[in-house]
């Protein structure tokens, strides 16, 4: 879960009175939707947002979620969610960092999602083109890449 790539986004939150349970921090649940949001920011830059991946013809479970909860953020924390794209083929997966506004580490995670065929329901054993063309471009548009995905 440490590993961080050149293919991320991060997304600012406050923690809202609603996070927080009766101790007054946050919920462990309500960090997975922190995490959701770094996810949409990183499908974003890589132009396959959910319309877009509901469009693919495939379908995209999350198959495995691990969270390392590191210490409890509060109401009225700032957190900076950072998702990084680390694998992208025969699966996706995304490593997460989240740490309060001056930098110290409050929970690591990671998320593994496969593609499954919209009409038959079938795994597919390795990412469809729709997704990893997209990863490409993304790298080909990355300085010293020279305009050519690797």
């Known amino acids: ?68 909860y590191i210490r409890a953020a509060s109401y009225g924390d700032w957190l900076t969610v950072r998702a990084s794209l680390i694998e992208w083929q025969p699966r996706m997966v995304i490593n997460y960092l989240v740490c309060d506004e001056r930098g110290g580490r409050v929970a690591r995670a990671q998320t593994t999602q496969v593609a499954v065929r919209a009409d038959n329901k079938e795994l597919q054993l390795v990412m469809p083109a729709c997704f990893t063309d997209r990863v490409g471009a993304y790298i080909g548009r990355l300085p010293g890449h020279g305009g050519v995905a690797s």
Not at 13 to 24: G, I, S
Not at 33 to 53: G, I, K, S, T, V
């Open 1 to 68: 879960m440490r590993k961080n790539s050149t293919i991320s986004e991060q997304v600012r939150c406050e923690v809202a009175f609603h996070d927080v349970d009766l101790a007054q921090v946050v919920w462990h649940g309500h960090y997975l939707r922190y995490l959701e949001n770094a996810r949409w920011a990183l499908m974003r830059l890589l132009d396959f947002d959910l319309p877009r991946m509901m469009d693919s013809g495939y379908l995209w479970p999350i198959v495995d979620l691990h969270v390392k």
